[in-house]
């Protein structure tokens, strides 16, 4: 699959990754130390809280969740199919999540939770996007499953099985892309608090605008 995808894409993941490690960054510091970019805490979080019975909590985490599952939702929804083809609603699909992350700034700025689902809605939107046209491969906001997919490609070097080069500078991008935005999301929530949200919306409305004038170039 990754053969097939343009030398691009590449570039185009570690921005991503940069993106939803600042987006976490932010909610670790910032929602109670809850991730919002994937669901494993999350899901855990809800496991303690149904066992305490603490009915709030309990809610704010299923909130949480939906709203994940909410973005993935709206991704499967605008892009259809598998193949990564220019004209798609990628683009669309980012400026969206620009959008999403804006509204969570401006939410959580009030001390609303509604800000909590707006990131994590827009952190879903992103990752099922990626994996969309990646069949997978890609995963650029959580990295359980590339450290994983790394982990196997260095056991099977071991056996003599020869690396996938292309792959490999693949996940190291990845693995990069997510800490760097981690590192910037850090410094900008200390200087800007739920403002820093900002960076990452940027960075998503100009891929989004990078997408379509390159469709337009070379469609």
Known sequence: MLA??????????????????????????????????????????????????????????????????????????LITSTALRLGRHYGFSLLIE??????????????????????????GLQNAMVTTYSGSIIRTTHLSGIFTDLGIMLGNRLRGIPLNGRRLLLF??????????????????????????VAPAILAALLAAIYWGYSRQYR
């Open 4 to 77: 097939r995808l343009p030398p691009w894409v590449e570039f185009g993941a570690f921005l991503l990754a940069f993106l939803a490690g600042s987006v976490n960054a932010v909610g670790l510091l910032g929602f109670s130390h809850q991730s919002v970019s994937h669901l494993t805490g999350t899901s855990s979080l809800l496991g303690l809280a149904l066992a305490e019975l603490a009915l709030s909590d309990v809610l704010h985490l299923l909130f949480t969740l939906m709203s994940f599952l909410a973005g993935a939702t709206l991704s499967g929804l």
């Open 98 to 123: 620009s959008a999403l992350l804006l509204l969570a700034m401006l939410f959580l700025q009030r001390g609303s939770d509604f800000g909590i689902y707006l990131a994590s809605m827009a952190c």
């Open 172 to 197: 190291l991008l990845l693995i990069s892309g997510f800490i760097c935005g981690g590192v910037i999301g850090t410094l900008l929530f200390r200087l800007l608090h739920f403002s820093a949200l």
